[in-house]
C-alpha cells in the first residue's frame, strides 16, 4: 500500500451570499510518503477536568491510529505545546531542532469569518467551572513516540520536515477545535495560508465549549458545529478508520 485512501467531508455553499451550506463527500488518494500525521496538544492533564477526561480518551485511540500510520510509512509530528523542556534530550526533539531552515512562502490572505460558538469564559463546562491554568507537563504517555517521529511545537521546525521530506498534506488529530486545532502555528490556519493541504481527523478531535454559552447547545454539537465551521472555511475533514482499514 502506497496511498490513503481518504473519505473527504466538506461544506459547499452553492448561492454566495446565502446561509446554504451542504456537505459533501470526495474519495480522495495520497502517497503515504508524502503525508504527515500531527498530534496537537494532547496533554497528560488540562486545566479543565472534562476536558482532562476527554482528551485521555482521545490520547488512547490516537495512540493506536498513529503507530498504524507509522506501519505504513507515515511521518508522525506530536506537538504538545509549552511542553518542550520535557523532550529537550529526545532524539526526536532534536531532530527538529536541527534542521535545515526553509523559508516559508508569503501567507495567503484567506477569509476568517467568525467561529460558530462562544468560547470566552474559557469553554470549562465543569459546574463550577475549573480555574484556568497550565497543567501540562508532556503528551500523554499512552502515546508511543516512535523512533523516526518528531516533536515539535513550533510551525517553523514543523514546516522544515514537510519540506525536507517532500510533504504535501497535513492530517491532524487532537485539542481543541476551536483553539489550538485552529490557531497554533504549526495547525490549520497557519498551514493552509502557507500551501499545506491540511486535513481534519474529525473523530480525534474536541472543543473547549461551555453549553452555557452561546448557541447554548450541548457540548458535543458545539464540536460539532466547530468541525462545520472548519469544513466551511479551512479544510476538509475524514474519520480515523481511514488510516485503519487499509492493508
Not at 44 to 52: I, M
Not at 202 to 215: E, F, I, Q, S
Request: glycine share 6%; charged share 20%.
Amino acid at each position: 500500500m502506497t496511498e490513503f485512501e481518504l473519505h473527504l467531508r466538506s461544506q459547499i455553499q452553492p448561492f454566495k451570499g446565502s446561509n446554504e451550506w451542504h456537505t459533501i463527500s470526495l474519495e480522495y488518494s495520497v502517497p503515504i510518503q508524502q503525508t504527515a500525521l500531527l498530534l496537537c496538544d494532547i496533554w497528560d492533564k488540562h486545566w479543565c477536568r472534562s476536558a482532562t477526561y476527554r482528551c485521555g480518551k482521545i490520547a488512547r485511540q490516537a495512540n493506536l491510529v498513529a503507530e498504524s500510520a507509522r506501519q505504513k510509512g507515515a511521518q508522525i509530528i506530536h506537538a504538545p505545546s509549552d511542553t518542550m523542556e520535557f523532550y529537550e534530550d529526545f532524539e526526536q526533539r532534536q531532530m527538529m531542532q536541527n534542521l535545515a531552515h526553509s523559508e516559508m512562502p508569503t501567507p495567503l490572505d484567506l477569509p476568517d469569518p467568525p467561529q460558530p460558538i462562544d468560547a470566552s469564559d474559557g469553554g470549562c463546562d465543569d459546574d463550577p467551572q475549573c480555574e484556568a491554568g497550565g497543567p501540562w507537563t508532556q503528551q500523554d504517555p499512552i502515546i508511543e513516540i516512535g523512533k523516526s517521529d518528531g516533536i515539535s511545537d513550533n510551525g517553523q521546525e514543523v514546516y522544515n520536515l514537510l519540506r525536507l521530506k517532500g510533504i504535501s498534506t497535513l492530517l491532524i488529530m487532537g485539542v481543541h477545535t476551536n483553539m489550538c486545532i485552529l490557531g497554533r502555528s504549526f495547525s490549520i490556519k497557519a498551514m493552509t495560508r502557507i500551501g499545506i493541504n491540511c486535513i481534519l481527523v474529525r473523530d480525534l478531535t474536541d472543543a473547549m465549549y461551555n453549553p452555557k454559552k452561546a448557541p447554548f447547545v450541548s457540548h458535543q454539537k458545539g464540536t460539532e458545529l466547530v468541525i462545520e465551521y472548519i469544513e466551511k472555511y479551512w479544510c476538509p475533514t475524514i474519520l480515523s478508520r481511514d488510516l485503519l482499514l487499509m492493508e
